[in-house]
């Protein structure tokens, strides 16, 4: 089978890559996924001014077993914006495409990073997050319609009408997906949108200690991993099928070729990987392509466009 795809345009070997934030914080890292068999990747979410982020232990994997998943309330520490358009200028684009993650602290920050960027030269694709669960004091953007309206309406013009994206929270009720989808569908320049982010204030017990077990925000932070599988497909396909301008990137609980190909089954062009690549490192991408080659070879498919979006109902 062949499991080459293009995305807005360009050409991918295969539609892994990594999930922002996983493996993409700093340059070795970028240069470990650019040496993967990763079809395209993303740098970890910026903000205009280098962060620290939150108190450790910020990460954890929940069991070693079944179900499994990750907590983690890093904060947005990360390198500074200028690091990572810095990287845009050096990355090898003939080998794969590459997304540029920004979620600035403000609409100003935001514009600021969005005004270099228009201006630079790389043909990095622009994702915006509107989804850290993480930074204490500031509410989701996704989960405020009308700040994700405003955001909108400025970034898509300061960018001159440039294809992006958006990194979006899960929803979990139809009204949700119904307002979120008809705000980006007045933006035809939102070229996809990736789902999902973290589940959000989740809260994890170790019963031992009878603590929680990350040292951020009293333990609450977002949830990835096994958990998140039938969210984040119902956000793939719901946005899908409200969507049909746009592409969409699936996120959340890929680590195998199974959960690949029931993303791409509802709709994902691109499918990322966040817990997994976290805990197995950038081998997991030759592994989850051979595995989603033989359930394509088993099914008797020759490429993904013969079962992407195909999902049946009942
Ligand atoms: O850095 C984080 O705490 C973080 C971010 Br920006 C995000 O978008 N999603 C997440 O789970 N963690």
């Known amino acids: 089978p062949n499991l080459a795809t293009t995305f807005l345009d360009l050409p991918l ?23 993967s068999e990763a079809g395209a990747m993303v740098t970890k979410s910026c903000t205009l001014q280098p962060r620290d982020g939150n108190p ?8 070693g077993d079944k179900p499994w998943g990750s907590i983690n309330s890093m904060g947005l520490p990360n390198e500074g914006f200028a ?15 590459l997304f540029i993650s920004i979620s600035g ?44 309206d405003t955001l909108l309406a400025e970034v898509t013009s300061g960018y001159g009408q440039r ?14 997906f119904d307002e979120a989808a008809a705000i980006l569908n007045r933006y035809p320049s939102v070229a996809f949108v990736t789902c999902i982010n973290s589940i959000g204030n989740a ?5 031992d200690s009878e603590s ?37 990137i699936g996120c959340g609980g890929v680590k195998s070729g199974q959960e690949a190909f029931m993303h791409i089954l509802a709709g994902a062009t691109l499918v990322q990987m966040g817990t997994a690549l976290y805990e197995e490192g950038p081998s997991i991408f030759g592994r989850v392509k051979a595995e989603l080659s033989e359930i394509m070879e088993k099914k008797g498919y020759s490429s993904l466009s013969q079962f992407h979006g195909k999902l049946k109902t009942l």
């Open 163 to 176: 294809a992006l994206g958006v990194k979006l929270p899960p929803y979990f009720d139809i009204a949700h």
């Open 203 to 207: 809260l994890a017990i170790d019963i």
């Open 13 to 35: 070997n295969n539609p892994l890559m990594n999930a922002s934030g996983v493996w993409c914080s700093v340059g070795s890292q970028l240069e470990a996924l650019q040496e």
């Open 105 to 148: 602290l403000t609409l100003d920050d935001n514009l600021a990073m969005i005004d270099s960027l228009k201006d630079a030269v790389t043909p990095a694709i622009l994702e915006i997050n509107l989804s850290c669960p993480n930074v204490p004091g500031k509410a989701q953007l996704g989960y405020d319609f009308d700040a994700m």
């Open 56 to 63: 450790e232990p910020r990460y954890r994997v929940l069991n």
């Open 83 to 97: 690091y990572y358009l810095r990287y845009t200028e050096r990355h090898d684009y003939e080998s794969k495409p």
């Open 212 to 248: 929680v077990i990350i040292k951020p925000k009293d333990g609450f932070g977002g949830l990835g991993g096994d958990y998140v599988l039938p969210t984040a497909l119902a956000n793939v396909n719901a946005f899908y099928r409200r969507c049909p301008e746009k592409a969409i």
